[in-house]
Nanobody, 123 residues
Framework: VQLQASGGGLVQRGGSLTLSCAGS????????IGWFRQAPGKDREFVAL????????NYADSVKGRFTISRDNADNTVTLQMNLLKFEDTAVYYC?????????????????WGQGTLVTVSS
């Protein structure tokens, strides 16, 4: 499955941004989808995930209460709504996918990756 992340950009601290992950060539409906991010000089870290069914959702502690992940299987997209953005949210955001019944926050469990979209939070 090919993934395409979009929606990044420049936003002021405290603002909001919506990222989208779209699937091409194959439906996303059977895949668990995760969002990861990588800030300059840092490792890629887990942000949020939603299971293939949509029944399981998990967030990193750093974004809990501010970010919301959702999916629309009919539209073949997964959305990450980001509110109350902080400077430390600045990073390249990647969506990733894998098929399986067990949800995972581990980067290595995700087989398919999108190209990333840059989010920059400014003052």
């Amino acid at each position: 499955v090919q993934l395409q992340a979009s929606g990044g950009g420049l936003v002021q601290r405290g603002g909001s941004l919506t990222l989208s992950c779209a699937g091409s060539e194959r439906t996303l409906s059977g895949y668990n989808i995760g969002w990861f991010r990588q800030a300059p000089g840092k490792d890629r870290e887990f942000v949020a995930l939603i299971s293939w069914s949509g029944r399981t959702i998990n967030y990193a502690d750093s974004v809990k209460g501010r970010f919301t992940i959702s999916r629309d299987n009919a539209d073949n997209t997964v959305t990450l709504q980001m509110n109350l953005l902080k400077f430390e949210d600045t990073a390249v955001y990647y969506c990733a996918a894998y098929a399986g019944s067990v949800v995972s926050t581990r980067r290595d469990d995700y087989r398919y990756w999108g190209q990333g979209t840059l989010v920059t939070v400014s003052s």
